[in-house]
Structures are given as C-alpha cells and as structure tokens.
C-alpha cells in the first residue's frame, strides 16, 4: 500500500530533462524508489523516481544551485 504526500509548497527541483517543482510524492514502499510528480517549466506534468531528480535549492537547509 503507498501514501501520497501533497506539499503545501511546490519544492523546485532538477530532473534529466528540465527544471520544475515537485507537487507531490507517492510513497511505494520500503525497498522501492518514491515516485514524484513534477510539473515541468513547459508545462508538462510528468512522474519521476527518487534517483531522477535533485532540490534545486533551499535556503533552509543551506541547498545551494550549483
């Protein structure tokens, strides 16, 4: 069974193919990768694994573009 976790703020983010936020995460499980959903700069709503993406950055937690 998964759960679905859906950010109160999108959460820039960097995947293979573009820049743009993570709207929400889809936990599958202990020995799986999460499955993200991100809407992408053009537009486009696509879903990635944990190992696909990257945060863009966060001030928080001193996250820096490099």
Same mark, same amino acid.
């Given at each position: 069974?998964?759960? !679905?976790? #859906?950010? =109160?703020? &999108?959460? &820039? @983010?960097?995947?293979?193919?573009? #820049?743009? $936020?993570?709207? $929400?995460? /889809? *936990?599958?499980?202990?020995? #799986?990768? *999460? +499955?993200?959903? @991100? @809407?992408?700069?053009?537009?486009? +709503? !696509?879903?990635? /694994?944990? *190992?696909? !993406?990257?945060? $863009?950055? =966060?001030?928080?937690? *001193?996250?820096?573009?490099?």
């Amino acid at each position: 069974m998964s759960n !679905l976790h #859906e950010f =109160n703020n &999108p959460i &820039p @983010v960097v995947t293979e193919i573009g #820049e743009g $936020y993570a709207i $929400y995460a /889809r *936990d599958c499980g202990t020995f #799986e990768n *999460d +499955v993200w959903t @991100v @809407v992408m700069d053009t537009g486009a +709503v !696509l879903h990635f /694994r944990t *190992d696909q !993406l990257k945060v $863009y950055a =966060n001030a928080t937690f *001193d996250i820096k573009k490099k």
